[in-house]
């Protein structure tokens, strides 16, 4: 039962560094020989003399990246990335979606299908694939998107879940919010499931709660990793005497119960600087508390949430009026997984009041928890929420928006029109993501 992962672009390869060596420093520290084993099997492969290689494919246009990736890794000392597990070029996709879609994904699609495949094999059982990239770039979001495609393809009944890296708000790459709806509107066919991190949300995490003045990508992608191995190292899932053997597939089941809603956001608590968490302790009713009212107002953090907002079930008279005016975040899922001290003793009924949920899905469905008395990644308590919920309309209502606008002018188009993506094409992928807005609105 192992995860293969994709990394693409700068962003995906960067972020996919740090997600292995969180991997690898959580597993290495567990007292726990089976939480260990289980990890290892999952996103390694296990040498002769105990080595761990990552179950990973770095794709990348340019070399400076990979070449910084995989030295990185090595030098840690405790893993690496495989001898032939990467595939780069001389020249980037220059942030341009119609470069890595219609130009370098075809062109390199059989190398990157074949190093898949490679990897793949070397897997007893394959449980699901990720890939890791950024939204606004041109490899990770052009390239990646095309992978996706491929990998749907050859794939069919695997579990793909897409990491995707939401560009800050006021971005570096003008075309950012194009290549934003270029990617989310195609991945919606293709992918099982779209989990997002959103930089400004996470960089206020950096300097709120890590106290971090110059914040780097380094910075970032260590919370983002932290996130994601709370949700993908093992956990007991429905029963106590076995880790599960299907964490995708698992995942997508908890999480993604209409084709319609595919995106995810994820919320953790505590996060901290290690000098505040060797003084501070945490109790399970305080942490959950805080985690649900996180989800409610839709907070990002523990810091500064709305505590005003009220969970409200959704009745006749609210029907059609988008619950966000109201200042709550409904959810249609939601997938809570406790680590640490005293799991055992964990009260989570507050994730199963109705009333945060949409009225035509039974409530049992809706909520899963998930639990593993292993601390995580040096916490001796914590908590993550993964949900389908309205969280990300905000986002989602801004960056289609703003591209709408450009796309008006038709400013930049004839960058993507230069390389097979037309007007069209353009429409069609807006039509998808009003669409997608429309469907969470109505929840
Ligand atoms: N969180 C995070 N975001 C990153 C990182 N590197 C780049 N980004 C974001 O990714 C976007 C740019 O995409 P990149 O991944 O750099 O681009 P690329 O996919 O390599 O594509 P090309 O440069 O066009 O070949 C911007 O929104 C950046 O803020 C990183 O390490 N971590």
Sequence with gaps: MSVVTVQVGQCGNQ????????????SS???DKLYKDCSHERFFREGPSQDLTARAILIDMEPKVINQTIAKAAKSGKWRYGDKAHFCQKQGSG??????FSVHGPKYEEVVRDLVRKEVEQCDRLTGIVTMMSLAGGTGSGMGTYITQCLRDAYPHTSILNHVTWPYNTGEVIVQNYNSVLTLSHLYQFSDAILVHENDAVHKI???L????HISFNDINKVI???LGSVLQPVYTASSSHYSRNPIGEFMSSLVNHPEYKLLSIRNIPQMSSTSLAYSVFNWPGLLRHLRQMLIA??????GIDWAVRAQSASKSDRGRPTRELGFNRSLANLLILRGKDVSSAETGGFKDPALYVPWLPVESAISSWSSSVPFNGYEKSATLVSNSQSLLRSLNSTVGKAWNMFASRAYTHQYMKFGISEEDFLDSFTVLEQVISSYSQL
């Design 298 to 303: 839709n907070a990002g953090m523990e810091e």
């Design 15 to 26: 972020v996919g560094q740090e997600f292995f060596s969180v991997l690898c420093n959580d």
């Design 210 to 213: 890590m106290n971090i003045k």
């Design 206 to 208: 950096c300097a709120q």
């Design 95 to 100: 942030n341009n979606w119609a470069n890595g």
């Design 225 to 227: 990793t932290h996130h």
């Design 29 to 31: 520290n567990a007292k």
